[in-house]
């Protein structure tokens, strides 16, 4: 089946730095690329939408300038929440969605900002 | 009112026992249902996919859905421990690919 990774799993960073989370379909090509955030015994909420090549759409209420998103290939997605605070702290889970119809999600990566 | 409505539990069974996980929906233009597994601090695993109304069986899976009531089920057969987990419904409609997702229901299958 399809592969979706994502690096790295656990990042602890300091509040006001930024980190950068990559997602990769390992074994087919992503058209369409989406970051959810999931707090504790909470439902994923997507955060937003990228295409290969455009610009990320936002979902509402989703700081664009803090939360930037770049789909340089059909490949690979990145997540770069700059000057995060402990509020930032979150599981963010991406996934790719192949030419079919089925989206396929990465393992998470648990963000900690302390 | 939430587009999705899922009973996040928790639903704790025996071991062998059917366990039955349902959602219901607002949004009439939803056409494609799915069910996802995800264990904690895990990314959450596809289980079953169906377009439309009916069912469609995998192994011990069973999906069902009913657009006439805008429900949809799932039923695990024969449950195991290694069945504990969250399970969460998920859907979209025709040409639009973001999922609309349910709460989740906790699942644990006491051994």
């Known amino acids: 089946g399809a592969v979706v990774s994502q690096h790295p799993s656990w990042v602890i960073c300091k509040s006001g730095t930024s980190v950068k989370i990559e997602c990769r379909s390992l074994?087919?090509?992503?058209?369409?690329m989406f970051w959810y955030r999931q707090f504790p015994k909470q439902s994923l909420m997507l955060m937003a939408t990228?295409?290969?090549?455009?610009?990320?759409?936002?979902e509402q209420g989703v700081e664009k300038d803090k939360f930037l998103i770049n789909h340089a290939s059909l490949t690979l997605s990145t997540l770069t929440v700059t000057s995060a605070h402990p509020e930032d702290s979150s599981f963010y889970i991406c996934?790719?969605?192949?030419?079919?119809?089925?989206?396929?999600f990465g393992p998470g990566t648990r963000l900690t900002v302390t | 009112q939430k587009e999705v409505e899922q009973d996040p539990g928790p639903l704790s069974v025996p071991e062998g026992a059917i366990v039955s996980l349902n959602c219901t929906y607002s949004?009439?233009?939803?056409?494609?249902f799915m069910w996802y597994r995800q264990y904690s601090r895990k990314g959450p695993e596809l289980l079953m996919y169906t377009y439309s109304s009916g069912n469609k069986e995998d192994g011990r899976f069973t999906a069902q859905v009913d657009k006439s009531s805008k429900y949809i089920s799932l039923f695990i057969r024969d449950s195991q421990p290694s069945d504990s987990a969250t399970y969460l419904c998920a859907m979209s409609g025709p040409g639009d690919y973001k999922l609309s997702f349910g709460a989740g229901t906790t699942v644990t299958v006491r051994a």
């Open positions: 990228s295409n290969e090549g455009s610009k990320a759409t936002y």
């Open positions: 074994d087919f090509q992503a058209t369409t």
């Open positions: 996934s790719a969605r192949d030419r079919v119809s089925e989206q396929y």
């Open positions: 949004n009439s233009a939803f056409q494609y």
